[in-house]
């Protein structure tokens, strides 16, 4: 799936280009001048910024990119996780458009300045598209990432994450098919299990799937799930089970 950008801002940068040029050519007074100079440096800056290059796919082998100040593919394998949140606003502004934010995943080569912050778990992250920036909907953005990222997409628009006094819920992951993968039925029996605790279970049930998701040891069967996608979603399963208020303390 590719983005396409949305480009409806442009006719406004041209209009205050023109509106801009009109000042200087038709009132030379000081007041002219400086509402001239502020329609073309606002008229210039829309402009530059609706013409500039612009890349987003979003494939099976990770993102291809053009923003945010990378001009690469990022493989999934440098992706933790890929959130899709909604920006709290006024409600006499009406609602935010919802952006994307990319934590990197260990051993990333992304080394991009992490301004941002998922609201799912307050973790740092990289901003790198706004969704009112495109013609494509959320839905539509959602759907595709849920599909190919391999369990890495969590859609935190508001009103999306099921939650239990605060509890974060994972959304059920999607994973590829690989030679010599993990056994699919056992991956999906584990992860159940660890979604159902996390959803609402008490603090002992979350800490023997926990400790039951630490020391995993799952058969690899000819036909089965990526290996390296399952890893990645059980590590970030287990981290949310011990993040939960009232889990018992791990023993030393």
Do not use: C
Not at 105 to 132: E, K, M, Q
């Amino acid at each position: 799936m590719e983005l396409r950008r949305n480009r409806r801002s442009l006719a406004l940068g041209v209009l205050l280009l023109a509106f801009g040029v009109s000042l200087l050519l038709g009132s030379p007074g000081m007041g002219a001048s400086i509402f001239a100079g502020a329609a073309l440096l606002t008229g210039g800056w829309i402009t530059a910024r609706s013409l500039r290059p612009f890349r987003f796919r979003i494939g099976p082998d990770g993102l291809d990119l053009r923003v945010a100040g990378l001009n690469r593919l990022v493989p999934w394998a440098e992706i933790d996780t890929i959130v899709l949140g909604q920006p709290a606003r006024a409600a006499a502004a009406g609602p935010a458009a919802p952006s994307l934010l990319l934590v990197p995943g260990v051993g990333s080569a992304i080394d991009r300045p992490l301004v941002g912050r998922t609201p799912v778990d307050d973790r740092p992250a990289l901003v790198l598209l706004s969704l009112a920036d495109v013609r494509e909907s959320a839905d539509e953005v959602a759907a595709e990432l849920t599909r190919v990222s391999g369990g890495r997409f969590t859609d935190a628009r508001q009103g999306r994450i099921d939650a239990r006094q605060g509890q974060r819920i994972l959304s059920e992951p999607v994973f590829d098919s690989a030679l010599r993968g993990y056994e699919k039925r056992m991956v999906d029996d584990l992860i159940q299990r660890g979604l159902d605790a996390l959803a609402s279970g008490p603090a002992e049930q979350r800490h023997a799937v926990r400790a039951e998701l630490d020391g995993r040891t799952l058969e690899v069967a000819l036909r089965g799930y990526d290996m390296g996608q399952v890893d990645a979603f059980l590590e970030r399963l287990a981290a949310a089970l011990a993040d939960e208020p009232g889990a018992p303390a791990q023993p030393e």
